[in-house]
Structures are given as C-alpha cells and as structure tokens.
C-alpha cells in the first residue's frame, strides 16, 4: 500500500505562481509513473503532467510552458511548479502513482485562481 498526500494548494490571483508537493510514503519512483491530475466542478478528471521512472515528462497542452513536474527521489516527493495560472486552472489537484499492476490516490488539494 502507498499513501500520496499533497500540499501546497490555495487562492492565487491570475499571473500567480504555486508549488504543489506529493509526498508518497514510500520510495516507489523507479517503478511508478507519478501523475498530477485535476478535476474541475462538472468536468471530467484530466492529466496534467506525469514523470516515468526513466525521468520522461508530458503535460496537457493547456500547461505545456507554464507547468513543471518534477521529483525528489531523496524526499519521495513529486512536484508540479505551476507559473502563468489562469482562472481556467482552478480545480482540485490530484497526486496520482500507476504501475503495471496497480495505481494509488492522493486526497487532492484545492487550487483556486481569482482576483
């Protein structure tokens, strides 16, 4: 079993920038694609960016240039730097880590972007 909690949510005016963090309670980076999703009011849930073992990145089109995922392996800690956040980002971020066999939740963090 592995548990994800993120952190570094909240309120952030248009042009703002925030740092999420996914702290897994273990070390299972060389063997799980670490995933940032988010799911607005009404919508589908969507990838946001994800990082394989191998250090790969891909981002949604709406974040590429303005979103960067990016780990500790030292802290077992996943990051998404979002820079540029637009009110269209607000949503609630989920931390999510995929194997071939099985794949984990984070209880998700609010990010809200207004003015």
């Known amino acids: 079993q592995v548990q994800l909690v993120e952190s570094g949510g909240g309120l952030v005016q248009p042009g703002g920038s925030l740092r999420l963090s996914c702290a897994a309670s273990?070390?299972?980076?060389?063997?799980?694609?670490m995933g940032w999703f988010r799911q607005a009011p009404g919508e589908q849930r969507e990838l946001v960016a994800r990082?394989?073992?191998?250090?790969?990145?891909n981002y949604a089109d709406s974040v590429k240039g303005r979103f960067t995922i990016s780990r500790d392996n030292a802290k077992n800690t996943v990051y998404l730097q979002m820079n540029s956040l637009k009110p269209e980002d607000t949503a609630v971020y989920y931390c999510?880590?995929?194997?071939?066999?099985?794949?984990?939740w984070g209880q998700g963090t609010q990010v809200t972007v207004s003015s």
């Open positions: 273990r070390n299972i980076f060389s063997r799980y694609t």
């Open positions: 999510h880590a995929d194997s071939a066999l099985r794949n984990y």
């Open positions: 990082i394989t073992p191998g250090g790969s990145t």
